[in-house]
Nanobody
Framework: VQLQASGGGLVQPGGSLRLSCTSS????????IGWFRQAPGKEREAVSC????????YYTGSVEGRFTISRDDSEKTVSLQMNSLQPEDTALYYC????????????????????WGQGTLVTVSS
């Protein structure tokens, strides 16, 4: 399954963006999907994921309550709705398939994946 992240852009602090992670082939049902980000000069970090089994979700603490991950009816897209964006949310955002949806699974993905693709750039600035 090949994934493409899109939807990034420039937004003012307090604004919103909706990122999409889209499959070019098969549906994403049956796959956990994770969002990750890398801010300038910082290590890549886990942001959120949605489970392959029951659509349960995980959020890293800094985005909980502001970001919402969901599967779209198309079954080929997982979205990340980002509200109340802050300058510290500025980063390249990537989507990947982790081995499940949990903090540990997301960490394993960060450790094991070498190729991350282009990602989509989110810039929060006034």
């Amino acid at each position: 399954v090949q994934l493409q992240a899109s939807g990034g852009g420039l937004v003012q602090p307090g604004g919103s963006l909706r990122l999409s992670c889209t499959s070019s082939g098969s549906t994403l049902n049956g796959y956990a999907i994770g969002w990750f980000r890398q801010a300038p000069g910082k290590e890549r970090e886990a942001v959120s994921c949605i489970s392959e089994r029951d659509d349960s979700t995980y959020y890293t603490g800094s985005v909980e309550g502001r970001f919402t991950i969901s599967r779209d009816d198309s079954e080929k897209t997982v979205s990340l709705q980002m509200n109340s964006l802050q300058p510290e949310d500025t980063a390249l955002y990537y989507c990947m398939i982790p081995p499940g949806c949990s903090a540990r699974a997301m960490l394993n993905t960060l450790i094991q994946v070498d190729t991350w693709g282009q990602g989509t750039l989110v810039t929060v600035s006034s």
